[in-house]
């Protein structure tokens, strides 16, 4: 790839974040784009993450593989039914492929027990949310994503 000409700025280093450099990273790598991708968080490492760090990061899903039966009629419940309904049909389209481009990047998934019994299904990040940071970063460095 020629030397990068562009520069890409993510603000944040929670999982939102990481997924978003290493997107841009794999795409400019896809497409052959000259680009410089820097991912910024104001905390030190080893406390960036923002809320994920704490999170269990359970996801409205049935398997890795489909969303919950009730998906997208709980998110229009819980949002007092102003969720705008295109968005919620394509994070449900989209919400499988999305688990298996963290599965790709070495984030397992299991359902918790507790899911079993009460509520709708759903899974969860073996390790939770600081899971996903790790990997995230861990594909991300590898990606030549520079962190500061």
Same mark, same amino acid.
């Given at each position: 790839m020629p030397s990068a000409s562009s520069i890409v700025a993510v603000i944040g280093s929670g999982a #939102?974040?990481? @997924?978003?450099a290493l997107a841009a990273a794999e795409t400019a790598r896809e497409q052959e784009v000259a680009c410089?991708?820097?991912l910024i968080d104001?905390? /030190? $490492?080893? $406390?960036?993450?923002?809320?994920t760090r704490w %999170?269990? %990061?359970?996801?409205?899903?049935? @398997? /890795? !593989?489909? *969303?919950? /039966?009730s998906f997208e009629e709980d998110f229009y419940a819980a949002s007092g039914g102003r969720a705008d309904h295109d968005y919620v049909r394509r994070l449900a389209r989209e919400?499988?492929?999305t688990i298996a481009w963290l599965i790709g990047h070495g984030i397992a998934? !299991?359902? /918790?027990?507790?899911?079993?019994s009460a509520g709708p299904p759903r899974i969860q990040p073996v390790g939770g949310g600081? #899971?996903?940071?790790r990997e995230l970063e861990r594909a991300a460095r $590898?990606?030549? *994503? *520079?962190m500061s």
């Open positions: #939102a974040g990481l @997924a978003t410089r991708i820097i104001r905390a /030190p $490492q080893g $406390q960036h993450g923002g809320n %999170s269990p %990061s359970y996801m409205r899903m049935a @398997a /890795p !593989d489909r *969303v919950a /039966p919400a499988p492929a998934f !299991d359902t /918790p027990v507790y899911y079993l600081i #899971a996903i940071l $590898q990606a030549g *994503v *520079v």
